[in-house]
């Protein structure tokens, strides 16, 4: 990652910070999942399983629609064989912003559908060298959370991140939300 890229990162956190009391209004949320992700490209044979960790923070504004941004990055890597060469794929990073409809069924469960726009990274690693690419798209997925206690949720997600230029990235996600 560059220098360029880590200032980046810190100033838009930090404007999300900043404005986060302004924006976000009185029920904030926030949470962090674990994804399962798999990454395929078009004409390779073997998709990539990747292992990634996000963390969340997001707003109601009301009981059936909020918005939130997430930031994640790759936890573990996978190996692909191709040509008989083993190329190691990397999830370096991804971020992206998202609007949520849902409805609560029941006292627990709050069944959503999710859209938005997600920018990520992979790298490709064989022979000594290594290959970045980023792409972007228009992200959707389904999802449920599952409330524990009134300050604790649990989450169950499948989203499709992007599928752009033979490239796609979607996977199950699980994690936790809490409310400040």
Do not use: H, W
């Not at 980046?8 to 999942?33: K, Q």
């Not at 790759?74 to 912003?97: H, K, P, Q, R, S």
Request: net charge negative; glycine share 12%.
């Amino acid at each position: 990652m560059s220098v360029k890229d880590k200032i980046v990162r810190s100033i838009t956190c930090g404007a999300l910070l900043a404005v986060s009391g302004t924006v976000f209004g009185d029920d904030i949320y926030y949470g962090a999942n674990v994804a399962f992700i798999d990454y395929s490209e078009e004409g390779v044979a073997a998709d990539a399983s990747v292992t990634a960790l996000y963390g969340r923070v997001g707003t109601s504004f009301n009981e059936n629609f909020s918005a939130e941004a997430r930031i994640g990055f790759g936890l573990a890597d996978d190996t692909v064989t191709i040509f008989d060469e083993d190329i190691d794929v990397e999830l370096n990073n991804y971020f992206g912003a998202y609007l949520k409809g849902g409805a609560q069924v029941t006292e627990v469960i709050y069944p959503y559908a999710i859209i938005g726009y997600t920018r990520g990274e992979v790298e490709y690693s064989a022979f000594g060298a290594s290959i970045s690419e980023s792409e972007s798209d228009v992200s959707f997925g389904l999802g449920a959370d599952l409330t524990v206690t009134d300050g604790m949720t649990f989450n169950i997600e499948y989203m499709n991140y992007y599928d752009k230029d033979g490239a796609e990235l979607s996977g199950f996600s699980v994690g936790f939300i809490s409310r400040f």
